[in-house]
């Protein structure tokens, strides 16, 4: 799958939980900081990746996913990867 593609199922996960305008989702923007979204918010979206990509994401990875950008790389790094596999966060300076 196609990074776009991973961005726009994320995009639509995030418009169902933040107030923000659908045009602020932008790569760079921060999901709690920029999006007001609080740690609830957060595990609900994790919960909603995993089931719409068939991937696990274990909670210390899902602290480390700050930013859009971060989530996509994330999850298009998993799809790649075995998906009975439990990889921890392997992201920027990690």
Do not use: C, W
């Amino acid at each position: 799958m196609e990074r776009r593609e991973i961005e726009e199922k994320l995009i639509d996960i995030l418009a169902r939980h933040s107030a923000a305008e659908r045009k602020a989702f932008t790569p760079d923007k921060n999901l709690k900081l920029d999006l007001g979204l609080d740690s609830l918010d957060v595990a609900e979206i994790v919960y909603e990746l995993e089931e719409a990509f068939g991937i696990k994401i274990p909670d210390d990875s899902a602290e480390h996913l700050l930013s859009i950008s971060d989530t996509v790389d994330f999850v298009h790094r998993r799809l790649q990867e075995d998906p009975h596999e439990d990889h921890a966060f392997e992201g920027h300076g990690a």
